[in-house]
């Protein structure tokens, strides 16, 4: 037997010793941020309509807009409030009015100081104007108090949660740009001018967006990045083919198959992560329309809901990424979220036996009653989900005709003509659930037309005081216990409800840093990403 | 040979007014709108913002309004307004067509290089081992769908080998010189030319071997053959002249549909062209863009043939005598 001898315990002690203080020393140089050449991008979904859409127009212009134009403040991963635009936004005692601090030293990319007017033009012509958020729907004022002080003034009182996770969400645009224009259609939508890090530099339609350094960026060492581009591709499976021959550093939103996402995140040269979504939390919902006596009935809903295998859409249809939903709120949302509310496990006996109690025994030809099932055309999964529910509710005894309209057609059958008996559809979600989320359920949230807001026609005027309460509460705690009860009613009644949350990830290469920790990497600047080109 | 420019591009007229009718009529019957799909982007619900919106796009006036106004503008050259983009619908396809000329050119050339000559290799080595791998080639790149030839090709020059690049047009923010340009753009081009190119080039080389072995049984091609003419003089002057004219006529009728192949392999190789643009317009209901490309295919389409019919000019003595 070979022995050890004395001179090979020390040198392994002293090498052991040596790479232990080594190695954190040699972690910390590779995780500090370091000027990195130019960051390629991609995501996985479709070009926007324009780099910048003011009312919003989803995640596509949100991705490409946010590198330009900048929010007042951002979240954390655990949704603290950071600065970025305004260095401190001071609620007053009785949370009747804020003033907001604005950050010194900002130009526009134009040359142009960002100043107090800017952000009073924003306020009641963009913000409340135009984005319509319902965090300014009480704002009736806006004033410069100081030299780099704004106070808005509110006709009751605004939760201090609620005004902040707005300031996350609306941009500051500049004033000189928009004042006195179609917002709409400003030849700027096309090529913003904004004060974030990146600077507008080109978009040729059909393959990229690209972004130079803002060299004026009021974040010293910022952006880390040389230059930013945003490549499209239509099909995911070049998307996987554009990681492995390394001209793509970073996607986000699922920018590849599923199954590519684990073998690229099997492979060392390559990290995905689910974390950066906190804040934009998607998933696939199913929404009952109460104009149809028999689906407007809550124990038929209830019925329905035991005749889905939540856990069979999650893992055969969306690959294992997604979970199931368990509440109206998603389980990512840490403020709000309760799942101590009535569930509904999956029993299509027990479903059967309900619709026999509602009075809708199986008929001579087999069925209880048909329905119009349509699932929404904006992600190919909603139409697999759609078969499926459509199989599930057939087991049970629902005939259920599918329909499985286009963009276009699916807004306006769902939103627009209310064409449906059951709509299979989605949402994304921040944190604060007013009025985003709540828009979905309140009777002021039934707006024909309108996407993403109360298609059901469900009306329950306990719920709209609850949201009420929710948009002039001041108290986190009494928030929280709130949106608990408005949770357990809407999992009572079923007006909407969540099928699977969906999982998202972010693919990137290995040596590209300073993503992870993002709450909402979409939205996020990037302006903290870097290239490690050390190895 | 004028006569018959002429007549062709006076048929041209009511064709395209054709097309501009049918289409109109078309989208019109889609469901949804571009209004619809604006005000849900925009999250617009206030009424009077909806019908300040639908005066804009002109569509509170009557479909058969709206159709003779835009026949108006066309006869302007005005394709209208792409509110979508912020941009004319003329600047729109014009930024957008150069990048389809280029690929639909580079890939009817690989498909009639590749096609043509495989043909006439396969027809003039017939029932031997050429003709059995050229038949072969010609069932697989006709079997195989151009979206999935192309990430094979992706997978293969560009993930293993490392290549050529994976997609787009050119090195973005690359500064190569006029020659550097060049040399950039072509191997941007190969895969996605090659892709679409080899389905077209195995059409061809059926046509062709059909054509040249239908043509090498002519009397013509013996009498070439006694006069002790030889076997390579007579399949190219006397053969291959006269076989050509079927794929000629292919040609003419591909064209346009190389325009809408190309909508798929735009989307794999993030090529910037018509199809794309074609595809987010119909998407987003974007009727002028839409519209805009439909003329622009006729037009396409009329000067293709009117090459065709310049070509059969040339090729067939028959044809210029009857002119």
């Given at each position: 037997m070979k022995t050890i001898s004395r001179r090979t315990t020390l040198l392994a002690a002293l090498a052991t010793t040596a790479l232990t203080l080594l190695a954190p020393m040699g972690a910390t140089a590779q995780e500090d941020p370091q000027p990195s050449r130019t960051l390629l991008a991609t995501w996985g979904g479709f070009e926007p309509q324009a780099v910048f859409v003011p009312a919003g127009g989803g995640g596509s212009p949100e991705f490409t807009s946010t590198k330009i134009l900048e929010p007042m403040l951002e979240a954390d991963d655990e949704l603290n409030f950071e600065p970025v635009l305004a260095t401190a936004v001071t609620p007053s005692e009785d949370f009747m009015s804020y003033t907001i601090t604005i950050r010194e030293g900002v130009t526009w990319h134009d040359g142009t100081p960002f100043t107090t007017d800017d952000v009073v033009f924003n306020a009641m012509e963009y913000w409340k104007g135009v984005v319509a958020s319902a965090a300014f729907q009480f704002l009736t004022g806006a004033e410069a108090t100081g030299e780099n002080e704004v106070t808005l003034t509110f006709s009751q009182p605004t939760p201090e949660f609620f005004l902040k996770s707005a300031l996350v969400r609306v941009l500051v645009i500049p004033k000189h740009i928009y004042e006195g224009t179609e917002f709409a259609t400003?030849?700027?939508?096309?090529?913003p001018i904004g004060t974030g890090p990146f600077v507008f530099e080109e978009w040729v339609r059909g393959s990229h967006i690209e972004y130079s350094k803002n060299e004026n960026y009021w974040a010293d060492g910022q952006p880390y990045a040389d230059g930013l581009i945003i490549r499209y591709w239509r099909d995911p499976s070049s998307r996987t083919a554009a990681f492995e021959a390394g001209e793509v550093d970073i996607g986000v939103y699922?920018?590849?198959p599923a199954a590519d996402i684990d073998r690229l995140g099997a492979m060392d040269e390559f990290a995905t992560s689910t974390g950066g979504y906190l804040t934009s939390a998607w998933a696939s919902t199913i929404e009952f329309n109460s104009r149809n006596p028999i689906v407007s009935e809550v124990p038929v809903r209830q019925a329905i809901m035991h005749a889905i295998d939540k856990a069979f859409i999650a893992d055969v249809i969306y690959s294992g990424k997604a979970v199931p939903g368990t509440s109206f709120v998603s389980s990512s949302n840490s403020k709000f979220y309760s799942d101590d509310v009535p569930q509904y496990a999956y029993d299509p006996e027990l479903a059967a036996q309900m619709l026999d109690e509602a009075g809708y025994p199986v008929g001579d030809d087999g069925t209880r009653f048909s329905i119009e099932l349509v699932a929404a055309g904006w992600f190919e999964e909603n139409a697999q989900i759609g078969q499926y529910v459509k199989q599930a509710l057939g087991d049970i005894g629902i005939e259920a005709n599918l329909n499985v309209p286009d963009r276009p057609s699916s807004f306006r059958t769902i939103y627009g003509e209310y064409a449906y008996d059951i709509a299979l559809s989605n949402h994304s979600a921040p944190a604060e659930l007013v009025p985003v989320q709540t828009n979905f359920v309140t009777t002021s949230g039934i707006l024909k037309g309108v996407p993403f807001r109360n298609a059901s026609g469900y009306s329950n005027p306990e719920l709209d005081a609850i949201v009420e309460n929710l948009t002039s509460e001041t108290d986190e705690a009494v928030r929280a216990e709130l949106a608990h009860e408005m949770q357990t009613i809407l999992a009572e009644d079923l007006p909407i409800t969540i099928l699977v949350e969906h999982t998202s990830t972010t693919v990137a290469s290995a040596d590209v840093k300073g993503y992870d920790h993002l709450a909402n990497i979409l939205a996020n600047s990037w302006a903290g990403l870097w290239i490690d080109e050390s190895e | 040979m004028g006569r018959l420019v002429r007549r062709r591009l006076l048929q041209a007229i009511p064709l395209i007014l054709g097309v501009i009718v049918l289409n109109f009529g078309l989208i019109q019957l889609a469901p949804g709108t571009m209004l619809d799909v604006v005000t849900s982007e925009q999250q617009i619900s206030d009424p009077a913002q909806i019908e300040r919106l639908r005066a804009l796009y002109g569509m509170d006036q009557p479909p058969i309004v709206q159709l003779g106004k835009y026949i108006l503008s066309v006869i302007q050259l005005d394709f209208g307004y792409s509110y979508r983009h912020n941009d004319e619908v003329l600047s729109v396809i014009a930024q957008h067509l150069p990048g389809t000329l280029i690929l639909m050119f580079a890939a009817m050339s690989i498909a009639i290089v590749v096609g043509v000559s495989a043909g006439i290799v396969a027809a003039a080595k017939l029932n031997m081992a050429w003709d059995a791998i050229i038949s072969l080639a010609v069932v697989f790149f006709f079997a195989a769908p151009t979206f999935w030839l192309g990430i094979m090709l992706t997978i293969v020059f560009s993930v293993q080998l490392g290549w050529l690049p994976i997609g787009g047009m050119f090195t973005i923010g690359a500064d190569f010189g006029p020659l550097g340009w060049l040399w950039d753009l072509i191997r941007h081009l190969i895969l996605p030319a090659t892709s679409l190119g080899l389905f077209y080039a195995a059409i061809y080389a059926r046509v062709a071997r059909a054509s040249v072995l239908e043509v090498a049984r002519l009397d013509f091609v013996r009498t070439a053959r006694a006069k002790g003419l030889s076997g390579s003089r007579v399949l190219i002057a006397h053969v291959v002249r006269n076989a050509l004219l079927p794929v000629v006529t292919m040609f003419g009728l591909q064209l346009s549909t190389v325009l809408g192949g190309s909508v798929v392999i735009e989307a794999v190789f993030s090529w910037p062209g018509i199809g794309s643009l074609m595809v987010d317009a119909v998407m987003s209901r974007n009727y002028p863009v839409v519209l805009g490309v439909f003329v622009l295919s006729a037009v396409v389409v009329v000067f293709a043939n009117l090459l065709v019919d310049l070509a059969y000019y040339k090729l067939d003595p028959r044809i210029k005598e009857k002119a």
């Amino acid at each position: 037997m070979k022995t050890i001898s004395r001179r090979t315990t020390l040198l392994a002690a002293l090498a052991t010793t040596a790479l232990t203080l080594l190695a954190p020393m040699g972690a910390t140089a590779q995780e500090d941020p370091q000027p990195s050449r130019t960051l390629l991008a991609t995501w996985g979904g479709f070009e926007p309509q324009a780099v910048f859409v003011p009312a919003g127009g989803g995640g596509s212009p949100e991705f490409t807009s946010t590198k330009i134009l900048e929010p007042m403040l951002e979240a954390d991963d655990e949704l603290n409030f950071e600065p970025v635009l305004a260095t401190a936004v001071t609620p007053s005692e009785d949370f009747m009015s804020y003033t907001i601090t604005i950050r010194e030293g900002v130009t526009w990319h134009d040359g142009t100081p960002f100043t107090t007017d800017d952000v009073v033009f924003n306020a009641m012509e963009y913000w409340k104007g135009v984005v319509a958020s319902a965090a300014f729907q009480f704002l009736t004022g806006a004033e410069a108090t100081g030299e780099n002080e704004v106070t808005l003034t509110f006709s009751q009182p605004t939760p201090e949660f609620f005004l902040k996770s707005a300031l996350v969400r609306v941009l500051v645009i500049p004033k000189h740009i928009y004042e006195g224009t179609e917002f709409a259609t400003n030849e700027a939508n096309n090529a913003p001018i904004g004060t974030g890090p990146f600077v507008f530099e080109e978009w040729v339609r059909g393959s990229h967006i690209e972004y130079s350094k803002n060299e004026n960026y009021w974040a010293d060492g910022q952006p880390y990045a040389d230059g930013l581009i945003i490549r499209y591709w239509r099909d995911p499976s070049s998307r996987t083919a554009a990681f492995e021959a390394g001209e793509v550093d970073i996607g986000v939103y699922n920018p590849i198959p599923a199954a590519d996402i684990d073998r690229l995140g099997a492979m060392d040269e390559f990290a995905t992560s689910t974390g950066g979504y906190l804040t934009s939390a998607w998933a696939s919902t199913i929404e009952f329309n109460s104009r149809n006596p028999i689906v407007s009935e809550v124990p038929v809903r209830q019925a329905i809901m035991h005749a889905i295998d939540k856990a069979f859409i999650a893992d055969v249809i969306y690959s294992g990424k997604a979970v199931p939903g368990t509440s109206f709120v998603s389980s990512s949302n840490s403020k709000f979220y309760s799942d101590d509310v009535p569930q509904y496990a999956y029993d299509p006996e027990l479903a059967a036996q309900m619709l026999d109690e509602a009075g809708y025994p199986v008929g001579d030809d087999g069925t209880r009653f048909s329905i119009e099932l349509v699932a929404a055309g904006w992600f190919e999964e909603n139409a697999q989900i759609g078969q499926y529910v459509k199989q599930a509710l057939g087991d049970i005894g629902i005939e259920a005709n599918l329909n499985v309209p286009d963009r276009p057609s699916s807004f306006r059958t769902i939103y627009g003509e209310y064409a449906y008996d059951i709509a299979l559809s989605n949402h994304s979600a921040p944190a604060e659930l007013v009025p985003v989320q709540t828009n979905f359920v309140t009777t002021s949230g039934i707006l024909k037309g309108v996407p993403f807001r109360n298609a059901s026609g469900y009306s329950n005027p306990e719920l709209d005081a609850i949201v009420e309460n929710l948009t002039s509460e001041t108290d986190e705690a009494v928030r929280a216990e709130l949106a608990h009860e408005m949770q357990t009613i809407l999992a009572e009644d079923l007006p909407i409800t969540i099928l699977v949350e969906h999982t998202s990830t972010t693919v990137a290469s290995a040596d590209v840093k300073g993503y992870d920790h993002l709450a909402n990497i979409l939205a996020n600047s990037w302006a903290g990403l870097w290239i490690d080109e050390s190895e | 040979m004028g006569r018959l420019v002429r007549r062709r591009l006076l048929q041209a007229i009511p064709l395209i007014l054709g097309v501009i009718v049918l289409n109109f009529g078309l989208i019109q019957l889609a469901p949804g709108t571009m209004l619809d799909v604006v005000t849900s982007e925009q999250q617009i619900s206030d009424p009077a913002q909806i019908e300040r919106l639908r005066a804009l796009y002109g569509m509170d006036q009557p479909p058969i309004v709206q159709l003779g106004k835009y026949i108006l503008s066309v006869i302007q050259l005005d394709f209208g307004y792409s509110y979508r983009h912020n941009d004319e619908v003329l600047s729109v396809i014009a930024q957008h067509l150069p990048g389809t000329l280029i690929l639909m050119f580079a890939a009817m050339s690989i498909a009639i290089v590749v096609g043509v000559s495989a043909g006439i290799v396969a027809a003039a080595k017939l029932n031997m081992a050429w003709d059995a791998i050229i038949s072969l080639a010609v069932v697989f790149f006709f079997a195989a769908p151009t979206f999935w030839l192309g990430i094979m090709l992706t997978i293969v020059f560009s993930v293993q080998l490392g290549w050529l690049p994976i997609g787009g047009m050119f090195t973005i923010g690359a500064d190569f010189g006029p020659l550097g340009w060049l040399w950039d753009l072509i191997r941007h081009l190969i895969l996605p030319a090659t892709s679409l190119g080899l389905f077209y080039a195995a059409i061809y080389a059926r046509v062709a071997r059909a054509s040249v072995l239908e043509v090498a049984r002519l009397d013509f091609v013996r009498t070439a053959r006694a006069k002790g003419l030889s076997g390579s003089r007579v399949l190219i002057a006397h053969v291959v002249r006269n076989a050509l004219l079927p794929v000629v006529t292919m040609f003419g009728l591909q064209l346009s549909t190389v325009l809408g192949g190309s909508v798929v392999i735009e989307a794999v190789f993030s090529w910037p062209g018509i199809g794309s643009l074609m595809v987010d317009a119909v998407m987003s209901r974007n009727y002028p863009v839409v519209l805009g490309v439909f003329v622009l295919s006729a037009v396409v389409v009329v000067f293709a043939n009117l090459l065709v019919d310049l070509a059969y000019y040339k090729l067939d003595p028959r044809i210029k005598e009857k002119a």
